[in-house]
């Protein structure tokens, strides 16, 4: 028969040492570590945007769903009124620049977060361009708006063609800023694994995602991006030309 000795006190500190470190590298390996993340919640609640938001709830396929929007009212309306469509990886927040300097120039600047984006809700369902032209359409029917001048950025751009197409009654004008959909970017992007694409999802910190937004341009900011092109017609740099734009 064996008899089992206690372990010495230094010798169990040292395990105990071994197995935290152990579970430390082995954390690392698997993924980062959220503990001490600044939680933002599912509905982006403690995400910052620059003018109050509000929400318009509806049905979609059978499921209650919220809609978040800034309704931005200039001081001396113009009669005339933009609505901004936000790109993929984003809400409608980083439009703040825009969303100053044209309210200030007397347009009523409308700036939703899609359905599945931003503060907006985010249900598992089938999301096509098509429903998500229906529910911006939804919104301004909720807040009596006629035509607009739609300004779609990226996916937005997309987006902006969508709804153009299926409400042309509603659009005054259609400006796309670096739309998705107009060039073919296999050659430059290859094709990506979903399990890479997650990884690298998880991987994004606050920190590192405010650095993204720096990093796509010279501002820090999407919506002020400068180009020669005419499609970033009404970025924030506000100036006779981008006004001329806005008016076709």
Request: with cysteine.
């Amino acid at each position: 028969m064996t008899t089992r000795r206690p372990l010495s006190r230094s010798l169990a500190t040292l395990l105990l040492c071994f197995a935290l470190t152990a579970g430390t590298q082995a954390q690392s390996l698997d993924g980062p570590s959220y503990a001490n993340a600044e939680p933002l919640g599912t509905a982006m609640e403690n995400w910052a945007y620059p003018y109050p938001v509000q929400m318009l709830q509806f049905e979609m396929e059978g499921r209650p769903v919220r809609m978040a929007y800034m309704d931005v009212k200039p001081q001396n309306p113009n009669g005339q009124t933009l609505l901004l469509m936000h790109g993929k990886n984003f809400g409608s927040d980083y439009w703040a620049n825009t969303l100053k300097a044209m309210s200030t120039y007397g347009y009523r600047v409308i700036a939703p977060d899609q359905i599945g984006f931003g503060k907006s809700s985010k249900p598992e369902l089938r999301y096509s361009f098509a429903t998500l032209a229906e529910n911006t359409t939804r919104l301004l029917e909720h807040l009596k708006i006629g035509r607009v001048t739609v300004i779609g950025n990226s996916m937005g751009g997309m987006l902006a063609v969508h709804f153009a197409r299926k409400y042309p009654e509603r659009v005054a004008a259609l400006v796309l800023e670096n739309p998705l959909g107009l060039e073919d970017y296999v050659a430059s992007i290859p094709a990506q694994q979903t399990p890479t694409l997650v990884r690298l999802e998880m991987a994004q910190t606050p920190a590192s995602y405010r650095n993204f937004v720096k990093s796509i341009s010279r501002s820090g900011n999407p919506s002020t991006s400068a180009s020669s092109s005419s499609s970033h017609a009404c970025s924030s740099a506000v100036t006779t030309r981008v006004l001329h734009w806005c008016r076709l």
